[in-house]
């Protein structure tokens, strides 16, 4: 799609850069809620920027709703992590006096975010999820006796900073049998949060699978891709850093086909990811379902299939964009972090420069640098006695 100004209601970004471009690529105006000195303030997408510097939900709520009533036509809402999800789906009466959005039902998001309320849900459903424990590290208590297959891994049942207290950039914990999980409880306890033991899939990060769906109002797919990772950082049980797109007629064909299974047996409505690993013989198994926008968007939206702009066509009534297949190896990278995952994968800076190089979604564009370069002037000038810092783009 090509970039430009367009009549129609701005888009209210709670997010990055990920979900900031697919949006600009689609031409909608984009105003997004940050710091003045976050990548996304310096974008050429970004028309307004709504200052938020941090604090409690319902401040942010009260910033939202006098930015929307301010506008001559309601924006419609975006938001890209757990916790703006939450703020929104728990507002969702206030916020929609002055904004649209496209949000699963307020049980189902609670649920799905979750881990224990999607575990009990899975398993009444029948979903093909792997077995799993729920554990409570309470003061003076003992590591359980698991009815699970070892190894397991163990996860917070939400993500909460007390988890980077035990793991850092991990999201999980591998363990190989009852004796580590005995010598990891006394770690579990101070901090006091809720966690899940989950049988695990056997194989590497690169067998994890998703089917991304938006899925409109009536109950239709209005747009579907998958993709399948190809590194994360830790290598194991980390954060994406590289990412790619599948043949959704090839490879893909079963991840969408469970997918749509899935979302039709829980009655989802709005954006989704469902996280699968596919296991040593072929089998998916459902590790996650994420209902709301996410980084695979940006790769999406590059490949031919913009989530989000079908969205905002829905939800301003003008029409959709015309129907795509995503192209299979289209890839995203975010390039710091990959930098570090390639090289504890033993990947070679050569190859991985040229991979890099190749790849069509990242953080630095020819047609849109600053986001890219700018964070990184603004460090540059500060180590720099009486640095001249450049002046601030102003926005409309």
Same mark, same amino acid.
């Given at each position: 799609m090509k970039s430009g100004k367009k009549a129609g209601p701005l888009a209210c970004v709670l997010g990055d850069m990920d979900l900031v471009r697919p949006l600009g690529l689609a031409g909608i105006r984009c105003a997004v809620v940050g710091p003045p000195g976050a990548a996304t303030a310096h974008s050429r997408f970004t028309e307004r920027l709504i200052p938020w510097e941090g604090g409690s939900d319902g401040a942010l709520v009260n910033r939202l709703l006098r930015f929307g009533a301010a506008q001559a036509e309601k924006p419609v809402l975006y938001m890209e992590e757990d916790a703006q999800l939450l703020m929104v789906s728990r507002h969702r009466d206030q916020l929609a006096a002055v904004f649209r959005f496209a949000l699963a039902d307020a049980d189902l998001v609670e649920t799905l975010v979750d881990k224990g309320r999607f575990q009990t849900m899975a398993e009444r459903l029948d979903l093909p999820v792997p077995r799993t424990w729920r554990l409570r590290p309470l003061p003076g208590s003992e590591a359980p006796d698991l009815d699970l297959r070892y190894p397991v891994i163990v996860k917070p049942l939400t993500r909460r900073p007390p988890w980077d207290e035990i793991e850092g950039l991990g999201k999980a914990i591998r363990l190989e049998g009852p004796e580590e999980l005995r010598a990891l409880w006394p770690r579990l306890i101070p901090v006091g949060i809720d966690l899940l033991a989950q049988e695990l899939?056997?194989?590497?990060?690169?067998?994890?699978?998703?089917?991304?769906?938006?899925i409109d109002?009536?109950?239709?797919?209005?747009?579907?891709?998958?993709?399948?990772?190809?590194?994360?950082?830790?290598?194991?049980?980390?954060?994406?850093?590289?990412?790619?797109?599948?043949?959704?007629?090839?490879?893909?064909?079963?991840?969408?086909?469970?997918?749509?299974?899935?979302?039709?047996?829980?009655?989802?409505?709005?954006?989704?990811?469902?996280?699968?690993?596919?296991?040593?013989?072929?089998?998916?198994?459902?590790?996650?379902?994420?209902?709301?926008?996410?980084?695979?968007?940006?790769?999406?939206?590059?490949?031919?299939?913009?989530?989000?702009?079908?969205?905002?066509?829905?939800?301003?009534?003008?029409?959709?964009? *015309?129907?795509?297949?995503?192209?299979?190896?289209?890839?995203?990278?975010?390039?710091?972090?990959?930098?570090?995952?390639?090289?504890?994968?033993?990947?070679? *800076?050569?190859?991985?420069?040229?991979?890099?190089?190749?790849?069509?979604?990242?953080?630095?564009?020819?047609?849109?640098?600053?986001?890219?370069?700018?964070?990184?002037?603004?460090?540059?000038?500060?180590?720099?006695?009486?640095?001249?810092?450049?002046?601030?783009?102003?926005?409309?």
């Open positions: 899939i056997p194989g590497p990060e690169t067998r994890i699978e998703s089917h991304h769906v938006y109002a009536g109950g239709a797919v209005a747009g579907e891709f998958t993709g399948r990772k190809i590194r994360t950082y830790p290598v194991d049980y980390g954060h994406s850093t590289a990412l790619t797109i599948t043949d959704i007629d090839g490879e893909g064909a079963d991840v969408a086909a469970l997918g749509r299974r899935i979302a039709a047996s829980i009655g989802l409505r709005g954006v989704a990811k469902f996280d699968f690993k596919r296991d040593p013989a072929g089998r998916l198994h459902l590790l996650e379902i994420n209902p709301r926008f996410n980084l695979w968007h940006h790769l999406g939206a590059v490949a031919g299939v913009n989530l989000p702009a079908i969205v905002q066509a829905d939800l301003s009534g003008r029409p959709r964009p *015309a129907p795509a297949k995503a192209r299979p190896g289209v890839c995203w990278c975010h390039i710091s972090k990959d930098r570090l995952a390639a090289r504890e994968s033993g990947v070679p *800076a050569a190859r991985w420069l040229a991979w890099v190089a190749r790849c069509e979604a990242k953080a630095i564009t020819p047609d849109d640098p600053m986001p890219f370069l700018r964070p990184k002037l603004d460090r540059l000038l500060a180590h720099i006695p009486g640095g001249a810092r450049p002046a601030r783009l102003a926005k409309p």
